[in-house]
Each structure stands twice: as structure tokens, then as C-alpha cells.
């Protein structure tokens, strides 16, 4: 039954951008749902090139799949990276850089007014940070799932 409730109001913040705000500020909702938009028209130039299968698709985003990719562990010579290895399992917390172990703003737009207030920043964060784990950009469809998760992060 929660499952259930989780997955209609994950429906919602899908299909219902703008009634599904919550607490976020109108700067980070506006910001959000225009990255939301690029990436589904990017997502579906992306299906047609040949990008590595189960990266692109041009399905509605999924919340879920974010969080899966949030918390997925690449292992490199110099060690083991997630997003949530810097940025923590709980998106609202202080993360902590693992290599210079300076503090992170909470990376969860609910937690931290300052999120996702730039769609330039978020690109270029994301840009980074995917070259950083997975030595290649993020997919529009990945890049949109991981936005619809930490929406979804109350
Ligand atoms: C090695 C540490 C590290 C890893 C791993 C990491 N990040 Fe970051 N991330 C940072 C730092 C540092 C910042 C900038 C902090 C600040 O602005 O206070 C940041 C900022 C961001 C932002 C900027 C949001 C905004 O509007 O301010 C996004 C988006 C982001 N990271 C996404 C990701 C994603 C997605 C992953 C996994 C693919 C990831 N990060 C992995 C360290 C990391």
C-alpha cells in the first residue's frame, strides 16, 4: 500500500510538475521542470544514435531509476565511486568529498535553497561528475531520472 502511494505521487511528479512543488522554491521548481523538458527532448533525439543500450530511452522519467543510479558503485584503480559517495545515501545530508574530505552542501533541492537554482550549473555539475564515475557524459534519460529522484527527495 505505501509502495503504492509512493509510485502515484512519483506518477504525479512526473506528469504534474507544477502541482507537485511541495516545499521547493519557485526558482528551483521553474529550473527543474526546464531541465525536465530539455533532457525528454533531448532523450528522444538520443534513442535514434547508437549510445550504450540501457542508457537511453525515451520513457517518462523515473524516480526509482534515478535513485538506483545515484547509489551505483563504479570501481576504478584508485577506488570505488558513487554519487552517493560524496554526496551521501540521504541526498538532505552534508556530504563530504571523499578525496579532499571538504563538507558538500546537501545536494537534495529541499534540503539547500541553492540547488538546482542555475540550469548551466546543474549541466556542468553533471557533465563533471558523470566524466568523474562512469568516464563519459550522463544520458539525457539518466540525467532526468536522477532530476525526478531528488525531486522526490522530502
Ligand atoms: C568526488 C565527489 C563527488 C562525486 C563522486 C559526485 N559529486 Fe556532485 N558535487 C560535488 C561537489 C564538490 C559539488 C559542488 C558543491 C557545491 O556547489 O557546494 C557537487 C555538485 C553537484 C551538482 C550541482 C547541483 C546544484 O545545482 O548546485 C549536481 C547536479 C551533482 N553534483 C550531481 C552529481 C551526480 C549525479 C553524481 C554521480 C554521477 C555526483 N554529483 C557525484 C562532488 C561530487
Redo the contacts with the bound molecule.
Keep these: 500500500m505505501k509502495l503504492r502511494c509512493v509510485l502515484l505521487a512519483l506518477a504525479g511528479v512526473i506528469a504534474f510538475p507544477v502541482l507537485a512543488q511541495g516545499n521547493l522554491s519557485a526558482k528551483q521548481s521553474e529550473?527543474m521542470k526546464k531541465l525536465l523538458g530539455t533532457y525528454a527532448e533531448r532523450a528522444k533525439v538520443e534513442v535514434k544514435s547508437e549510445k550504450i543500450r540501457g542508457t537511453v530511452s525515451d520513457q517518462p522519467f523515473s524516480a526509482e531509476a534515478g535513485r538506483k543510479?545515484?547509489l551505483v558503485r563504479r570501481t576504478w584503480q584508485s577506488g570505488d565511486?558513487?554519487?552517493?559517495?560524496?554526496?551521501t545515501e540521504d541526498p538532505k545530508k552534508v556530504?563530504r568529498?571523499?578525496?579532499?574530505k571538504?563538507p558538500?552542501?546537501p545536494?537534495a533541492?529541499i534540503a539547500?535553497p541553492?540547488?538546482?537554482?542555475?540550469a548551466p550549473?546543474?549541466e556542468?555539475?553533471?557533465v563533471?561528475?558523470?566524466m568523474?564515475?562512469?568516464e563519459r557524459d550522463?544520458t539525457a534519460y539518466?540525467?532526468g531520472n536522477?532530476?525526478a529522484y531528488?525531486m522526490s527527495v522530502r
Design positions: 529550473v543510479f545515484y565511486y558513487t554519487c552517493s559517495g560524496c554526496h556530504g568529498h571523499i578525496e579532499t571538504q558538500i552542501k545536494l533541492p539547500n541553492e540547488r538546482f537554482t542555475s550549473t546543474v556542468a555539475n553533471f563533471a561528475h558523470c568523474d564515475l562512469h550522463c539518466e540525467k536522477i532530476i531528488l
